[in-house]
């Protein structure tokens, strides 16, 4: 069973910056696709920027430049540095996880993030 675990949520000013982490449990983090979604009020759950066990990446359009995904074997641990931040980055931010293609997907519980303007 896996379980991961976010942080790093807050309200921020516009054009601030934030870290968000999400921490995995189990063994099978290094060997994962990890991502990070976010849902708006009223809007679906999007993806913001993935990376595989590789290390490749891929971005939103809306987060290309801005946000960083990275990720750290050692400590079963995920990141998103987000710089930049806008009002319309506001959301619960997600983390995922998926050992396969086939395989379902793991999810934290969500951390929020607002952005004033």
């Known amino acids: 069973q896996v379980q991961l675990v976010e942080s790093g949520g807050g309200l921020v000013q516009a054009g601030g910056s934030l870290r968000l982490s999400c921490a995995a449990s189990?063994?099978?983090?290094?060997?994962?696709?990890m991502g990070w979604y976010r849902q708006a009020p009223g809007k679906q759950r999007e993806l913001v920027a993935a990376?595989?066990?590789?290390?490749?990446?891929n971005y939103a359009d809306a987060v290309k430049g801005r946000f960083t995904i990275s990720r750290d074997n050692a400590k079963n641990t995920v990141y998103l540095q987000m710089n930049s931040l806008k009002p319309g980055d506001t959301a619960v931010y997600y983390c995922?996880?998926?050992?396969?293609?086939?395989?379902?997907?793991?999810w934290g519980q969500g951390t929020q993030v607002t952005v004033s303007s």
């Open positions: 189990g063994s099978i983090f290094s060997t994962s696709t």
């Open positions: 995922m996880l998926r050992w396969r293609p086939a395989t379902p997907a793991y």
């Open positions: 990376i595989t066990s590789g290390g490749s990446t």
